[in-house]
């Protein structure tokens, strides 16, 4: 079935360093790929999103890329702050899904001051 | 203005009772979902609404039924609670095209005694 890997699990930075966690989709039909982020006590919220037409996108300090071949996509935090720490998720859906958005396990993200 | 909204916001019952969550979403959207948070924060799918139709219902007891009054509304209600219930229950909308965010309800933990 459809799944989404994501690595690593927990990962703790410095402040002002960079935090990459990357995944991996099984379904080569995936053609959107969000990314969400989960603070404590509150739902996950999206902060970017990539589509199968696009190799990277880039949002003041969170990039993402994605090789379709292989069948990897990539988040990037650079220069990280203390607010950066939460849970972050991979996610793909694809057209004929019916809506249906398959998560990654999720990254816990601590960036320590 | 909040987008989605789901009550209650924290929801504790003894086992065999049947309780119900509710959602809605202003956002004007198509699509609305149910979602389950373990405690290991695994995000897995339960239900999606299409203009209130039943899109994806996902390997679910039938104790769980869904009911969506109108475009705007994605109630949950769970028979017979079992304490393999207790998680963190989301609520979410999307629009129309398969490509879009689906927008978080900020969860309803249950918790089953």
């Known amino acids: 079935g459809e799944n989404v890997e994501q690595h690593p699990s927990t990962l703790s930075v410095q402040e002002g360093d960079s935090a990459v966690i990357k995944c991996t989709y099984s379904?080569?039909?995936?053609?959107?790929f969000p990314w969400y982020k989960q603070e404590l006590g509150k739902g996950p919220q999206l902060i970017i999103d990539i589509r199968s037409n696009v190799g990277e996108k880039k949002d003041q300090r969170i990039a993402v890329t994605l090789n379709k071949t292989a069948k990897h996509f990539s988040l990037h935090i650079t220069e990280t702050q203390p607010e950066d720490s939460a849970v972050y998720f991979c996610?793909?859906?694809?057209?004929?899904?019916?809506?249906?958005?398959?998560f990654g396990a999720g990254t816990r993200l601590f960036v320590k001051a | 203005d909040t987008a989605v909204s789901q009550t209650p916001k924290y929801l504790v019952t003894q086992m065999g009772n049947d309780k119900s969550i509710k959602c809605e979403q202003n956002l004007g959207h198509d699509t609305m979902y149910w979602y389950k948070q373990d405690s290991k924060k695994f995000l897995k799918i339960m239900f999606s609404y299409n203009n209130k139709e039943l899109i994806i219902n996902e390997t679910v007891p039938n104790r769980f039924s869904p009911k969506s009054p109108d475009k705007a509304h994605l109630n949950l209600h769970i028979n017979s609670l079992e304490l393999g219930d207790s998680a963190v229950y989301f609520c979410a909308s999307s629009g129309r095209d398969f490509n879009t965010e689906a927008f978080f309800g900020q969860g309803t933990r249950l918790t089953v005694v």
């Open positions: 379904d080569s039909a995936s053609n959107y």
């Open positions: 996610a793909a859906r694809k057209e004929t899904g019916g809506f249906k958005t398959i």
